[in-house]
């Protein structure tokens, strides 16, 4: 088994489609194979050897696609590395994963260590050269499903980023898997805005359009008025977004023509209540949310194939379980919250280097997400929020998300965010963050007045502070350690 063996398929069965398209470069799924394959015998040209780390620090640029496939080929492991991250950012992880080769561009090549900083790296290769650098033309090595076949660094929001490590059957059961649950085929077209080194740019979407045979339309970055431009321009039929560029589009007065599209599908974050209604009212389709972590490749669970239902993520894909557990792991009954575990093909293999978290994170084979929710009667799952930032006011627990979706009741928030801080009476306190839809206006009594209409007193914010902007990591979650910081 080897994830390239997704592009020989497509490659075979597709050879004359549209497999990648980049601004005025294109590629049909023949001329791709073949690029990715010569470059592959180039890299194996290098010395560079199976097992090895080959870290990517690139843009959303074509060479990131070809990279990636050619070191599947030759059996290195791609090593995604944050383009945004600065250079002791990169130190830290250079240093954990230990890569023998990193290929990086001009525009963020600025951002890496010093070579002195990077002692394992032989070879620091430019996007720019790759198309010089080949050899004779690889087929992709038959691997073994439980070697490694990426490393991704989870994005750090609390803590030291980890080395998520996954495995040729993670990533192959998961591109299938999104496959057949967004009933794709080779007639869809996505458009690809989100990084390529977080995973919902690498097999949300990249992996799983190569599957299916589909055109993957990439970006650069996200710039909203290109991203609708493109939607109909190239007729895309998956609109691939997380949760604050839904919240834009909602916001945005320009005509939107996404008649092409078929299919609204989030990921990344949580998607408000709120701003699923008011896209349902506006373009006559529900968001269909996926669920799921770096750690689980990331699909776990999809509202829906067969039966949406609103503010749910849904129900566990194929060959995947989950089920919610108390503090102790018991299983708790549908209605009550608990932590979300998942067990299935998707579960990464560990992380990189690091056992202790690795036996942390996985118990008894079910991996533990760290997400509150709970399950309804049906097996539809809900998520309230996340373990660490659940605010424990005078020990009553108070979850940042049922605030925040109060707070999105009101027509003039564009964005809320709502985190605990030190008081020193009751442990902690609930503050809000809250970005004004532009021209409008609120004031933080009116917004605490809307909240103790609808929720216990003990969970209304105390303080309401407005920003321009909430605090984002390049996939649009907000950063609430952040906001933290800011008391």
Same mark, same amino acid.
């Given at each position: 088994?080897?994830?390239?063996?997704?592009?020989?398929?497509?490659?075979?069965?597709?050879?004359?489609?549209?497999?990648?398209?980049?601004?005025?470069?294109?590629?049909?799924?023949?001329?791709?194979?073949?690029?990715?394959? +010569?470059?592959?015998?180039?890299?194996?040209?290098?010395?560079?050897?199976?097992?090895?780390?080959?870290?990517?620090?690139?843009?959303?640029?074509?060479?990131?696609?070809?990279?990636?496939?050619?070191?599947?080929?030759?059996?290195?492991?791609?090593?995604?590395?944050?383009?945004?991250?600065?250079?002791?950012?990169?130190?830290?992880?250079?240093?954990?994963?230990?890569?023998?080769?990193?290929?990086?561009?001009?525009?963020?090549?600025?951002?890496?260590?010093?070579?002195?900083?990077?002692?394992?790296?032989?070879?620091?290769?430019?996007?720019?050269?790759?198309? +010089?650098?080949?050899?004779?033309?690889?087929?992709?090595?038959?691997?073994?499903?439980?070697?490694?076949?990426?490393?991704?660094?989870?994005?750090?929001?609390?803590?030291?980023?980890?080395?998520?490590?996954?495995?040729?059957?993670?990533?192959?059961?998961?591109?299938?898997?999104?496959?057949?649950?967004?009933?794709?085929?080779?007639?869809?077209?996505?458009?690809?805005?989100?990084?390529?080194?977080?995973?919902?740019?690498?097999?949300?979407?990249?992996?799983?359009?190569?599957?299916?045979?589909?055109?993957?339309?990439?970006?650069?970055?996200?710039?909203?008025?290109?991203?609708?431009?493109?939607?109909?321009?190239?007729?895309?039929?998956?609109?691939? +977004?997380?949760?604050?560029?839904?919240?834009?589009?909602?916001?945005?007065?320009?005509?939107?023509?996404?008649?092409?599209?078929?299919?609204?599908?989030?990921?990344?974050?949580?998607?408000?209540?709120?701003?699923?209604?008011?896209?349902?009212?506006?373009?006559?389709?529900?968001?269909?949310?996926?669920?799921?972590?770096?750690?689980?490749?990331?699909?776990?669970?999809?509202?829906?194939?067969?039966?949406?239902?609103?503010?749910?993520?849904?129900?566990?894909?194929?060959?995947?379980?989950?089920?919610?557990?108390?503090?102790?792991?018991?299983?708790?009954?549908?209605?009550?919250?608990?932590?979300?575990?998942? !067990?299935?093909?998707?579960?990464?293999?560990?992380?990189?280097?690091?056992?202790?978290?690795?036996?942390?994170?996985?118990?008894?084979?079910?991996?533990?997400?760290?997400?509150?929710?709970?399950?309804?009667?049906?097996?539809?799952?809900?998520? #309230?929020?996340? #373990?660490?930032?659940?605010?424990?006011?005078?020990?009553?627990? #108070?979850?940042?998300?049922?605030?925040?979706?109060?707070?999105?009741?009101?027509?003039?928030?564009?964005?809320?965010?709502?985190?605990?801080?030190?008081?020193?009476?009751?442990?902690?306190? #609930?503050?809000?963050?809250?970005?004004?839809?532009?021209?409008?206006?609120?004031?933080?009594?009116?917004?605490?007045?809307?909240?103790?209409?609808?929720?216990?007193?003990?969970?209304?914010?105390?303080?309401?502070?407005?920003?321009?902007?909430?605090?984002?990591?390049?996939?649009?979650?907000?950063? !609430?350690?952040?906001?933290?910081?800011?008391?």
């Amino acid at each position: 088994m080897n994830v390239a063996q997704l592009l020989e398929r497509s490659a075979l069965y597709h050879a004359d489609r549209t497999a990648l398209m980049a601004g005025d470069r294109r590629w049909t799924y023949r001329e791709l194979d073949a690029a990715v394959s +010569a470059l592959a015998g180039g890299l194996a040209g290098l010395g560079l050897k199976p097992g090895e780390r080959l870290g990517l620090h690139l843009p959303n640029w074509p060479e990131f696609v070809l990279a990636y496939y050619a070191a599947q080929k030759c059996g290195l492991v791609p090593l995604s590395l944050n383009v945004t991250y600065k250079a002791d950012e990169i130190a830290y992880i250079v240093d954990d994963a230990r890569p023998t080769a990193v290929i990086t561009a001009d525009p963020v090549s600025g951002n890496l260590p010093a070579r002195d900083r990077m002692p394992s790296v032989g070879h620091v290769l430019n996007a720019k050269d790759l198309g +010089a650098l080949t050899g004779a033309p690889r087929r992709a090595l038959d691997l073994d499903r439980e070697q490694t076949a990426a490393i991704l660094y989870t994005s750090a929001t609390t803590g030291r980023p980890k080395g998520v490590m996954l495995t040729h059957g993670n990533v192959v059961s998961n591109a299938y898997a999104t496959v057949h649950h967004l009933a794709m085929t080779a007639d869809d077209r996505g458009l690809c805005a989100l990084p390529m080194f977080h995973c919902f740019g690498q097999n949300a979407i990249m992996n799983s359009l190569v599957t299916a045979g589909g055109t993957m339309v990439m970006h650069e970055r996200f710039v909203p008025d290109a991203f609708v431009e493109a939607i109909a321009a190239h007729r895309i039929t998956i609109f691939y +977004a997380v949760p604050t560029m839904y919240i834009l589009f909602l916001a945005m007065e320009r005509p939107l023509d996404f008649a092409s599209v078929r299919l609204y599908f989030s990921a990344a974050a949580i998607l408000p209540t709120d701003v699923e209604r008011r896209w349902h009212e506006r373009f006559g389709h529900w968001i269909q949310q996926g669920y799921g972590l770096t750690e689980t490749s990331p699909f776990a669970s999809y509202n829906h194939d067969v039966a949406f239902r609103p503010g749910s993520v849904g129900t566990p894909i194929e060959n995947v379980e989950m089920k919610i557990v108390g503090a102790g792991g018991a299983e708790l009954p549908d209605g009550e919250r608990g932590e979300i575990v998942i !067990k299935g093909p998707n579960v990464m293999k560990g992380y990189f280097g690091n056992d202790a978290a690795t036996a942390e994170a996985i118990r008894d084979g079910w991996f533990y997400s760290g997400d509150i929710g709970y399950r309804d009667a049906d097996g539809y799952f809900f998520i #309230v929020d996340r #373990v660490k930032d659940m605010i424990n006011v005078s020990g009553f627990k #108070v979850f940042p998300r049922e605030v925040e979706e109060v707070l999105f009741r009101h027509a003039a928030v564009k964005e809320a965010a709502v985190v605990g801080v030190p008081d020193a009476v009751r442990g902690e306190t #609930v503050k809000a963050f809250v970005v004004l839809a532009e021209g409008a206006r609120a004031s933080a009594e009116e917004l605490q007045a809307l909240c103790r209409a609808a929720i216990a007193d003990y969970k209304v914010p105390g303080r309401i502070e407005f920003l321009t902007a909430l605090p984002k990591n390049p996939t649009g979650k907000i950063l !609430k350690k952040d906001l933290r910081t800011r008391g």
